[in-house]
């Protein structure tokens, strides 16, 4: 993964951040990450590129917290 984050969240941690700040989260999915370094690693490495894809997709769909690599948040400050 990227050596440059500070910070590494799961859904239930970013949650708890962010509700404890006092942000009403509005919105909340997982996005792939289609070009991680662990997927040019076997088994991925023996798959065409287009149903390496394909797969990563339909995985972060299907399970968005095993496949999914970051967090994308609707949040507001509560009125």
């Not at 799961?10 to 792939?32: F, V, Y």
């Not at 997927?39 to 149903?51: A, G």
Request: net charge positive.
């Amino acid at each position: 993964m990227d050596a440059t984050h500070l910070r590494w969240f799961t859904e239930k941690s970013l949650r708890a951040l962010l509700e404890h700040n006092g942000l009403a989260i509005l919105e909340m999915s997982q996005s792939a990450g289609l070009f991680l370094p662990a997927y040019s690693r076997r088994p991925f490495s023996y798959m065409p590129k287009k149903l390496r894809r394909a797969l990563i997709r339909l995985g972060t769909r299907t399970f968005p917290r095993l496949f999914g690599c970051q967090h994308v948040v609707k949040a507001q400050v509560p009125f």
